[in-house]
C-alpha cells in the first residue's frame, strides 16, 4: 500500500521560494510505473495541477503553464522522495500543497499526501 | 487553465440518489476515457472514488457510478447516507502543456 507524507515549512516570506518534500513508503520514486505529482488548492483557484516527475530510464518532468517559469520538482533517489520548489512566491501561491501519485497506466491521482498549509506572508 | 464546471451544491435527502455532471471540452473530458471522481472531507485530501470514467477502485462502496457523454461527465451517489457528505471533485487529463485539470467543486449535502 502506497503512502505518502508530506514535510515542509508552513509559512513563505513574498518573493522566497517555497519547498516541500513528499516521502514515499510502499513504492519507489524511481519506478517505472508510475508519476510523482504536486496538486494545490486555495479558495480563489481551487484545485490545481502543479507539475510531475517521473522515470522512464531517465527522468522526465511536466509543469503547468501558469507556474512553469518559476517551479521545480526534483527527485530525490537516496530518500525515496520528491521535492516542490516555488520560486518568488506572492500571497496568491498560499494554499494547501497535496502530493499525489498517479499510475503509468492512468490518470488518477492515488493516493495522496495529508496536505500542507503554506502561507505566503510577511 | 480553465477549470471543468461542476454545479457548487447538490442536496438530497438519506436513501435517494444525487447525479454531479462535470462539464469539459473535447480537449479534456470528450477527447478522453480519463475522468476520475474524488471525495473530499473538510481538512482531509482528496480521495479517489471513480476512475477512467466508471472504474471504482478497490474499497469504493458500489453506490458510487461514473458515466459520460460527449463532453459531459456525472457522479451518481445512490442510496445516499449521511457520510457522503462532502465535496466532491472531477478531473480530467487534457491534450495541452497543463496535463490535468480539476472540477469546480461540488458540495453534497445530506438533508
Known amino acids: 500500500q502506497v503512502q505518502l507524507q508530506q514535510s515542509g515549512p508552513g509559512l513563505v516570506k513574498p518573493s522566497q521560494t517555497l519547498s516541500l518534500t513528499c516521502a514515499i513508503s510502499?513504492?519507489?520514486?524511481?519506478?517505472?510505473?508510475?508519476?510523482w505529482n504536486w496538486v494545490r488548492q486555495s479558495p480563489s483557484r481551487g484545485l490545481e495541477w502543479l507539475g510531475r516527475?517521473?522515470?522512464?530510464?531517465?527522468?522526465?518532468?511536466d509543469y503547468a503553464v501558469s507556474v512553469k517559469s518559476r517551479i521545480t520538482i526534483n527527485p530525490d533517489t537516496s530518500n525515496n522522495q520528491f521535492s516542490l520548489q516555488l520560486n518568488s512566491v506572492t500571497p496568491e501561491d498560499t494554499a494547501v500543497y497535496f502530493c499525489?501519485?498517479?499510475?503509468?497506466?492512468?490518470?488518477?491521482?492515488?493516493?495522496w499526501g495529508q496536505g500542507t498549509l503554506v502561507t505566503v506572508s510577511s | 487553465q480553465s477549470a471543468l464546471t461542476q454545479p457548487a451544491s447538490v442536496s438530497g435527502s438519506p436513501g435517494q440518489s444525487i447525479t454531479i455532471s462535470c462539464t469539459g471540452t473535447?480537449?479534456?473530458?470528450?477527447?478522453?476515457?480519463?475522468v476520475s471522481w474524488y471525495q473530499q472531507h473538510p481538512g482531509k485530501a482528496p480521495k479517489l472514488m471513480i476512475y477512467?470514467?466508471?472504474n471504482r477502485p478497490s474499497g469504493v462502496s458500489n453506490r458510487f457510478s461514473g458515466s459520460k457523454s460527449g463532453n459531459t461527465a456525472s457522479l451518481t451517489i445512490s442510496g445516499l447516507q449521511a457520510e457522503d457528505e462532502a465535496d466532491y471533485y472531477c478531473?480530467?487529463?487534457?491534450?495541452?502543456?497543463?496535463?490535468?485539470?480539476f472540477g469546480t467543486g461540488t458540495k453534497v449535502t445530506v438533508l
Open positions: 516527475t517521473y522515470y522512464r530510464s531517465k527522468w522526465y518532468n
Open positions: 477512467d470514467v466508471n
Open positions: 473535447a480537449s479534456d473530458v470528450g477527447g478522453y476515457n480519463y
Open positions: 478531473s480530467s487529463y487534457r491534450s495541452s502543456n497543463t496535463l490535468y485539470v
Open positions: 510502499g513504492d519507489s520514486v524511481s519506478s517505472n510505473s508510475a508519476a
Open positions: 499525489a501519485r498517479v499510475a503509468a497506466t492512468g490518470n488518477d491521482f492515488d493516493p
